[in-house]
């Protein structure tokens, strides 16, 4: 599998307010048979404030702006986690005006996705769950950002499969669609049963397969969410051990993994990972993409496991050990309210 190029959605709250939508890429409520500005209406511009100490402030910058989608009543509203993460402050703001501060409920390191809850009643109706593993390709899907039919775009999806991020992540199964949306950070996925199919989370180069030039969207597929939706309620996160980190950005090209960089202070720069060295086994066991690296790795234990890499660097290989940690332990944590 070769890892596909991504960027991440943190754009300023000006620039928020001056992308629109080409009216003929938008919905029409005629085409639907839910109520379409009842749906896009769900959606809520979201800002967030992260401290310039923060672990991801060098990466992911420290105002971030995107959207969240109302999915309760009681204002929880469901978002990608990488707009909120250590977040000091937040704002929403629905399309009828309306604004409220809001605070961190959880965040899910495994599946991205983030909830936040609003501190003060939006009029606006919640966005009902829908079914993402009902999506097939060549299914019609609204990207829906806040602001009504102007923010929402007209896609198809165009894929299902396997997402690997650089950063340490896994989607089994994640949606791909196309055209891509301006925003994506945190929109709305809306199926044609005006329910939620998933939420906005990345820009990719190669939406309908691995090797051929389409731009998209990569969604994270909502029925990631139920499972996990109590215990991010109850905790802040899921209720059991964290998986084994890292610390390194890794990439795969033509069967060979390699280190792209490592986090600053964190388990590989400690113990002697490299930026450009190929990771050649984990254990006793041959890596030859990110998928098959990152599971086997996740196999050998919780957070704090010794994980053994076999690597090669300038030519030579070599074997060196990693103490993996927990990520949550490296970002600061949610203020109370």
């Given at each position: 599998?070769?890892?596909?190029?991504?960027?991440?959605?943190?754009?300023?709250?000006?620039?928020?307010?001056?992308?629109?939508?080409?009216?003929?890429?938008?919905?029409?409520?005629?085409?639907?048979?839910?109520?379409?500005?009842?749906?896009?209406?769900?959606?809520?511009?979201?800002?967030?404030?992260?401290?310039?100490d923060a672990?991801?402030?060098?990466?992911?910058?420290?105002?971030?702006?995107?959207?969240?989608?109302?999915?309760?009543?009681?204002?929880?509203?469901?978002?990608?986690?990488?707009l909120?993460?250590?977040?000091?402050?937040?704002?929403?703001?629905?399309?009828?005006?309306?604004?409220?501060?809001?605070?961190?409920?959880?965040?899910?390191?495994?599946?991205?996705?983030?909830?936040?809850?609003?501190?003060?009643?939006?009029?606006?109706?919640?966005?009902?769950?829908?079914?993402?593993?009902?999506?097939k390709?060549g299914?019609?899907?609204?990207?829906?950002?806040?602001?009504?039919?102007?923010?929402?775009?007209?896609?198809?999806?165009?894929?299902?499969?396997?997402?690997?991020?650089?950063?340490?992540?896994?989607?089994?199964?994640?949606?791909?669609?196309?055209?891509?949306?301006?925003?994506?950070?945190?929109?709305?996925?809306?199926?044609?049963?005006?329910?939620?199919?998933?939420?906005?989370?990345?820009?990719?180069?190669?939406a309908?397969?691995?090797?051929?030039?389409?731009?998209?969207?990569?969604?994270?597929?909502?029925?990631?969410?139920?499972?996990?939706?109590?215990d991010?309620?109850?905790?802040?996160?899921?209720?059991?051990?964290?998986?084994?980190?890292?610390?390194?950005?890794?990439?795969?090209?033509?069967?060979?993994?390699?280190?792209?960089?490592?986090?600053?202070?964190?388990?590989?720069?400690?113990?002697?990972?490299?930026?450009?060295?190929v990771?050649?086994?984990?254990?006793?066991?041959?890596?030859?993409?990110?998928?098959?690296?990152?599971?086997?790795?996740?196999?050998?234990?919780?957070?704090?496991?010794?994980?053994?890499?076999?690597?090669?660097?300038?030519?030579?290989?070599?074997?060196?050990?990693?103490?993996?940690?927990?990520?949550?332990?490296?970002?600061?944590?949610?203020?109370?309210?």
């Amino acid at each position: 599998m070769v890892a596909i190029q991504i960027s991440h959605s943190g754009r300023t709250v000006t620039e928020l307010t001056e992308w629109a939508i080409p009216e003929a890429a938008q919905p029409k409520a005629s085409e639907f048979t839910f109520d379409l500005d009842r749906a896009l209406s769900s959606v809520v511009a979201l800002r967030s404030e992260i401290p310039g100490d923060a672990f991801t402030a060098p990466i992911l910058g420290t105002e971030r702006a995107g959207h969240g989608v109302l999915i309760r009543d009681d204002g929880l509203i469901l978002t990608i986690g990488y707009l909120i993460t250590e977040a000091e402050a937040i704002w929403l703001t629905a399309a009828d005006g309306t604004a409220a501060p809001g605070h961190i409920v959880g965040y899910d390191q495994g599946s991205g996705f983030g909830l936040v809850q609003a501190l003060g009643r939006f009029r606006v109706p919640a966005l009902a769950l829908g079914s993402s593993s009902s999506s097939k390709v060549g299914d019609s899907v609204i990207i829906a950002g806040e602001g009504g039919k102007a923010r929402a775009l007209n896609a198809k999806v165009v894929s299902k499969r396997e997402f690997a991020g650089y950063w340490e992540y896994l989607v089994d199964e994640a949606l791909f669609t196309s055209p891509p949306h301006p925003n994506w950070g945190g929109a709305a996925c809306i199926g044609q049963d005006g329910r939620l199919r998933g939420i906005g989370s990345l820009f990719v180069q190669e939406a309908r397969a691995e090797g051929i030039a389409s731009q998209g969207n990569m969604i994270v597929p909502i029925d990631l969410l139920p499972p996990i939706l109590d215990d991010l309620l109850l905790y802040g996160r899921v209720n059991r051990p964290a998986r084994p980190w890292l610390g390194m950005y890794i990439s795969d090209a033509e069967e060979t993994v390699f280190v792209m960089g490592v986090a600053d202070d964190g388990p590989a720069e400690r113990d002697g990972v490299r930026p450009g060295d190929v990771i050649l086994q984990v254990g006793d066991t041959e890596v030859h993409d990110l998928p098959g690296m990152l599971r086997t790795v996740w196999s050998l234990g919780p957070a704090g496991a010794d994980v053994p890499f076999t690597l090669l660097r300038d030519g030579k290989p070599m074997r060196l050990k990693v103490r993996s940690a927990d990520r949550n332990d490296f970002l600061k944590k949610p203020r109370l309210h």
